[in-house]
């Protein structure tokens, strides 16, 4: 699996590279044929917040993408794991419960 940290309009730190691959780390617990995982971490500066998206890449599905903004970029790196989490955890519970129904 493959996890890239990228960073828009600010420098991506030694320590936010590694809070971002300790949560994408975790995402494989939920579902395990993650391909890749790709944290963009952004400052609108307009806005004067953090934008974080997380892209994750799995076998046979389109990807999953979340968008969180705030204005601690560590708790939108949280929010958006949270929410991927959720997310890989109902498509793995689709997948299991479809092999299973009658028609």
Same mark, same amino acid.
């Not at 828009?8 to 617990?29: G, M, S, W």
């Not at 997380?54 to 794991?81: H, N, T, W």
């Given at each position: =699996?493959?996890?890239?940290?990228?960073?828009?309009?600010?420098?991506?730190?030694?320590?936010?590279?590694?809070?971002?691959?300790?949560?994408?780390?975790?995402?494989?617990?939920?579902?395990?044929?993650?391909?890749?995982?790709?944290?963009?971490?952004?400052?609108?500066?307009?806005?004067?917040?953090?934008?974080?998206?997380?892209?994750?890449?799995?076998?046979?599905?389109?990807?999953?993408?979340?968008?969180?903004?705030?204005?601690?970029?560590?708790?939108? =790196?949280?929010?958006?794991?949270?929410?991927?989490?959720?997310?890989?955890?109902?498509?793995?519970?689709?997948?299991?419960?479809?092999?299973?129904?009658?028609?």
């Amino acid at each position: =699996m493959e996890i890239n940290v990228i960073g828009r309009h600010f420098e991506i730190t030694p320590a936010i590279r590694d809070y971002a691959n300790q949560k994408a780390n975790k995402l494989p617990r939920y579902y395990d044929r993650i391909k890749s995982i790709e944290v963009v971490a952004d400052w609108a500066d307009h806005y004067n917040h953090y934008e974080v998206e997380v892209i994750v890449q799995v076998d046979r599905a389109d990807p999953f993408i979340v968008k969180v903004a705030g204005e601690d970029l560590y708790a939108c =790196m949280d929010e958006s794991a949270s929410k991927l989490e959720r997310q890989l955890t109902d498509h793995k519970e689709k997948l299991r419960n479809r092999k299973h129904m009658k028609s």
